[in-house]
């Protein structure tokens, strides 16, 4: 017999019931079945929808805004915003890109909104949230550096380069999840790379990166 | 690939893979209880509010101060109020003024199209998809004025210019009658500076760039693509008409020609793709200006070009080329061909789409059965089950001995196993 642990959600795996105990199975289905039991209003499919998909929302999420405290109310927030909106979804095979969507457009208001922090003063400009990060390639302080000059670059430039030069969208899918045209998608990366590429110059722990002498 | 672009790619793979630790369980139970009450409340919020509060008095302190922050700039239309992004045309006969809030002026001359692209409260970036268009740039400090045409940029702060865009004849040109401008784009050798009274033409098709100073006094009555009479009385006397000159801005004899000729030029990309050099190609399409390709290359031109991106690791130019070549040239084998590579270029879920639209265009191509195929290999990664055994049973039923009859079978036994179960 498989147990469902504690306080945790069921998975998709079928867990057989306790004898005697009446429990509905943990929902089963693609996305299409999967958005028609949320709007059915069965709270499982809640479940496995944040189960399926927060590692991609999560990801994204953190290239775009890099170590950073208001990670977790991110993601929180673009499932409970697809959630909200989930009603108007007009293709349900498409809800990873849909939520993809979400989520570009939580993180661009969290980025506008701390310029505007920036801009009276109430927030250090150049600090970044001392939150632990991971990385296999031995980046470390090099990331650092990169998301101080993310903080200077206008939002939409910098949600271009990660989505383009990071998440590994192409230009077309880049400037459809960014709800704008190639040419404009294309500008905002070539003036993104500019001033990264100008800047990461100067930045200690990022310069060796960039010029091929990191250990 | 260069030493730098490798150094730089392989910086963004390494950024790629850095992470940060999260905890899902945490997240899930706290989305959850939210959702049951139905509410998007979190911790954020409360700080939100807590900030709202905070922005409000610092606003009313700023507002003590006088400290109004600046709005982006509006501009007027003959219909009215004008609106970012929408499309504004003009026919043969007639012209189009646009009026900024700050004076400046951009008229778009005759049979021309464009859009304001975006506004911001020290400027505004203009797309002219085609024609010409004159503006006077009101200098202000700090002004930020973009001209945006085809793959060429010009950067106003304050001037009075004239810019055309012949996609068809893939000819750039600006004129400018006061102050100075900095044009990007290709054959321009980086930031190009262009003074009153000089013209920079720069025909794509002939890889030239010619640059007119001296001796010409511009005037403000502007020239482009449609004004050709017009035009021709403005400038000095026109003795011959430059070739890669748009109609209309023909330069004077006696002006200085200087060109930017063919010892600038690359080898053609389609050599260097024939000799198999695809790094070469590539760079030589760069230096083109792959949109400008997009525009002009003939069908098998475009599926050589997205062979040359696959090739060469460029992704993003193997999916437009062939996006162009979809676009450019509808039901023909060409576009059936595109359709298929898209398919196999992209992820499961769009690959579907690709390759059912191959199999509408050419149900009996050469390429049918793996097209087929493909959809069923890609509807069973999707996961879309229903599609899957859709797909497997017109291959069975075409293809009963075809490469993908295995899995068709498999797919359809395993609908059966779930029915038994």
């Known amino acids: 017999m498989v147990m469902t642990p504690r306080g945790q959600s069921p998975r998709l795996s079928v867990a057989r019931p306790p004898s005697g105990v009446v429990r509905a199975l943990p929902f089963e289905g693609d996305d299409n079945e999967l958005v028609q039991a949320i709007l059915a209003g069965r709270t499982d499919a809640a ?50 890109g849909w939520l993809f969507g979400i989520t570009i457009r939580v993180v661009r208001t969290r980025i ?29 302080e090099a990331m650092r550096d990169v998301y101080t000059i993310l903080e200077h670059l206008p939002a939409d430039e910098r949600i271009a380069l990660v989505l383009h030069k990071v998440e590994g969208l192409s230009l077309e899918q880049a400037a459809a999840a960014c709800e704008t045209s190639l040419a404009t998608l294309r500008r905002r990366l070539a003036r993104a790379e500019t001033k990264f590429f100008s800047r990461a110059g100067k930045k200690p722990a990022l310069a060796p990166w960039l010029r091929g002498h990191h250990q | 690939m260069n030493a730098p672009v490798e ?35 979190g911790a954020h919020v409360v700080r939100e509010m807590a900030w709202l509060a905070a922005a409000a008095m610092v606003a009313a302190a700023a507002i003590a101060l006088w400290l109004r922050p600046p709005e982006s700039l509006a ?23 646009l009026a900024f809030s700050e004076n400046t002026r951009i008229v778009l001359r005759q049979d021309s199209r464009g859009r304001v692209e975006q506004v911001s409260r020290r400027g505004a970036s203009f797309l002219l998809e085609r024609g010409a268009v004159h503006a006077e740039v009101v200098h202000l400090p700090g002004a930020d004025w973009h001209f ?42 980086g930031d190009r500076v262009v003074r009153a009274g000089e013209l920079c033409v720069v025909d794509l098709s002939s890889r030239s760039m010619r640059f007119l100073s001296g001796g010409m006094t511009g005037t403000r009555e502007g020239a482009g693509p449609a004004d050709d009479g017009a035009a021709a009385e403005s400038w000095s006397p026109p003795v011959r008409e430059a070739p890669g000159s748009p109609r209309g801005l023909t330069p004077s004899s006696n002006a200085p020609l200087r060109s930017v000729p063919s010892s600038a030029a690359p080898p053609a990309w389609t050599a260097l793709e024939q000799q198999g050099d695809y790094e070469g190609a590539y ?9 400008s390709l997009y525009r002009s290359a003939s069908a098998d031109a475009l599926l050589e070009l997205a062979k040359v991106g696959q090739l060469s690791g460029h992704h993003d130019l193997q999916r437009e080329a062939l996006l162009a070549c979809r676009h450019r040239f509808p039901s023909t084998r060409q576009s059936a061909l595109a359709a298929y590579e898209l398919g196999r ?54 293809y009963p001995e075809g490469p993908h009859a295995p899995l068709a079978r498999r797919t359809l036994a395993a609908k059966r196993g779930e029915h038994d179960d």
């Not at chain 1, 399926?52 to 991110?74: N, W």
């Open chain 2, 283 to 291: 760079s030589a399409v760069q230096r083109i200006g792959s949109a």
């Open chain 2, 148 to 189: 945006l045409a085809g793959p060429f940029e010009v950067r106003v702060t304050g001037t009075a210019l004239n810019v055309a865009w012949d996609p068809a004849r893939e000819q750039f040109t600006v004129r400018v009658d006061t102050g100075s401008v900095v044009v990007q784009g290709p054959y321009l050798g």
């Open chain 1, 112 to 140: 506008q909104r701390r310029i505007r922090q920036r801009w009276l003063t109430i927030m250090d400009p150049h600090k970044v949230p001392d939150v632990p990060i991971t990385s296999e390639a031995g980046l470390g």
């Open chain 2, 7 to 41: 150094r730089y790619e392989k910086f963004f793979r390494a950024w790629a893979e850095t992470t940060c630790a999260f905890d899902k369980d945490r997240g899930r139970d706290h989305f959850l209880s939210a959702h049951r009450a139905g509410k998007a409340t």
């Open chain 1, 47 to 96: 479940t496995v929808f944040y189960d399926r998909h927060v590692d991609s929302v999560h990801r994204l999420t953190f290239r775009l805004l890099g170590p950073d405290t208001e990670i977790e109310d991110v993601v929180h927030d673009v499932f409970l915003r697809a959630l909200e909106s989930m009603s108007r979804l007009r293709d349900p095979a498409a809800l990873k």
């Open chain 2, 345 to 398: 270029a992209s992820s499961s879920a769009e690959a579907a789409t690709w390759f059912e639209a191959y199999l509408a265009d050419q149900p009996d191509g050469a390429l049918a059965r793996e097209a087929l195929g493909r959809l069923l290999e890609a509807q069973s990664l999707a996961r879309n089950s229903a599609a899957a055994r859709d797909v497997a049973n017109r291959y069975l039923s075409r």
């Open chain 2, 75 to 97: 501009f007027m239309t003959p219909g009215g109020q004008g609106q970012v992004g929408s499309w504004l045309a003009t026919d043969a006969a007639s012209e189009l003024p």
